[in-house]
Every structure is written in C-alpha cells, then in structure tokens.
C-alpha cells in the first residue's frame, strides 16, 4: 500500500477546511428565507389580489344608457347580464325615450357598486387563505425575489354573488367563490430590504 506523505496530508486538510470556510461564508451573505408568516409580505398580496378586483362583475352598459325594452335576448350589450342584475336586486328599469328602458342602481347595488366606469358591483374582500410556498428565485445583498404560491377566499361574500343567474351569466366570479382554499395562485415578489412588492405582469388566476 502506498503511503501517504504527511505533508501532502496535511495540505489536502487545509485545502478542504477553506472550501468549507468558503461555503459557510456564501450561506451567511444571502438574503434570510422569508417565514410564509411574514406580516407585511402577506399585506403586500393582499393588496394586489384586492385591487385586482377578480371578485366583481361588471354592468354591461353605463347607467341611464337606453336599450331595447327586451334587452335580455340582446347579445351586444349583453342582455342576460342586464336580467341577471335586475334579478338579484343590483340596477333596476326605468321608462326610457322611444320605448326603450334603462337602467340605475338600487340602494343594494350602490352598496356593491365599486365607482368605476363602466360600472361593477363587487362582493367578499380577496384575501390570501394560505402560502403553500415560498421559494428564493434571487437573492444577493439585501435583495430577494421570491416566487410565492398561495391559495385565497373570500370574506363577506353577499347572497346575490351566490344567485343561479349571477353564477350563470358570470362563470369566472363564480369560479372565484367555488374554489376558495382550492386553486393555487403564483406571484413574484421583490425586497430590497424595505418591504415587498409584485413583480408585474404577472397574474393573480392561473
């Protein structure tokens, strides 16, 4: 057996306790793992998800815009929407010129009524339910960028968004109640040390 010249021993010690030396120094200058507990990255989800407004529908015409008086077999606007909105309470008819009708929010729709333009009504504030993860896709001196995984629901969600109609005319809102701690959403996240935000474009909905 050859044996081993004990200086050369001694130097293939010394080189390995530097390559560990090395390594430890590398783990120490990265960024800290964010805990999937983490206050302020949980704010910064909910705020997109929350302006993101996946949790509305939206009014096919502008207020006291005049329609056919059997606007619900009407395409363009879509006159299902309309009768659906009726039906639940959110606008009602009103007489128009020529025979026509249109249309102006009832005091539950004004309550709904989320002031843009062309109107929507929205019900249940979006809100992150669970982080399934949390992986570190760059990280360097005092930055991070994150890929989260997250499932949401929605709390206070009112009696019409659960109506047939509403469900039928607006298959994506009800998507968004129906899969509730379900369906699992994906966003990049960014520090810089002082706080997170979203990375655009990059959507809510998968």
């Known amino acids: 057996m050859e044996r081993v010249n004990g ?3 001694v130097a293939s010690v010394v080189a390995l306790a530097a390559v560990f030396a090395l390594t430890a120094c590398g783990k120490s200058s990265e960024a800290p793992k ?7 990255l949980i704010n910064t989800l909910n705020n997109f998800i929350q302006a993101d407004q996946q949790n509305c529908v939206a009014m096919p015409i502008a207020f006291n815009t005049a329609v056919a008086k059997d606007y619900a077999r009407l395409t363009d606007p879509n006159g299902a929407q309309l009768a659906a909105l009726v039906k639940v309470g959110l606008i009602a008819e009103a007489p128009a010129d020529g025979g026509q009708v249109q249309f102006t929010a009832t005091d539950k729709g004004k309550d709904a009524y989320d002031g843009n333009t062309p109107p929507g009504f929205c019900s249940g504030t979006p ?3 669970k982080v399934v993860s949390n992986t570190v896709e760059e ?3 005092n930055y991070s960028r994150d890929k989260v995984v997250f499932t949401t629901k929605l709390d206070g969600v009112a009696d019409w968004a659960k109506d047939d109609a509403i469900r039928q005319q607006y298959p994506k809102f009800a998507t968004l109640i129906d899969n509730q701690g379900k369906e699992q959403h994906s966003l ?3 520090s810089r040390g002082q706080g997170w935000r979203v990375l655009e474009p990059s959507p809510v909905a998968n």
């Open 34 to 40: 964010v805990a999937l507990d983490d206050k302020d």
């Open 188 to 190: 990049e996240i960014e």
């Open 127 to 129: 809100e992150v339910d």
């Open 139 to 141: 990280t360097a001196d």
């Open 7 to 9: 200086k050369r021993l």
